[in-house]
């Protein structure tokens, strides 16, 4: 089994700055894509950002340019460095790793932007 645990979240200013993280833990024989979305109220979960085991990034149109996805294999750690923050990003963000053909998701962590 894998726990998938979110932080960072939290309350910002619109043009603020949050970074969120991301472990994994437990039985972990390889880790392959981790990734993060979001989910705004009444829409649908979408992605925003996802890492392959070798680097390999892919971003939502609308967060290119400010947003970076990075990743600690050590650590099985995974970050978003979420940097001119726009009301329009708030959601609740998700982070999704996939063990071999597995995915675990963690339980949320709640990002809000003020205008």
């Known amino acids: 089994q894998v726990q998938v645990v979110e932080s960072g979240g939290g309350l910002v200013q619109a043009g603020g700055s949050l970074r969120l993280s991301c472990a994994a833990s437990?039985?972990?024989?390889?880790?392959?894509?981790m990734g993060w979305y979001r989910q705004a109220p009444g829409k649908q979960r979408e992605l925003v950002a996802r890492?392959?085991?070798?680097?390999?990034?892919r971003y939502a149109d609308s967060v290119k340019g400010r947003f970076t996805i990075s990743r600690d294999n050590s650590k099985n750690t995974v970050y978003l460095q979420m940097n001119s923050l726009k009301p329009e990003d708030t959601g609740v963000y998700y982070c999704?790793?996939?063990?071999?053909?597995?995915?675990?998701w963690g339980q949320g962590t709640q990002v809000t932007v003020s205008s």
């Open positions: 999704k790793v996939v063990t071999g053909l597995v995915n675990y």
């Open positions: 437990g039985t972990i024989f390889s880790m392959n894509a």
């Open positions: 890492i392959t085991s070798g680097g390999t990034t």
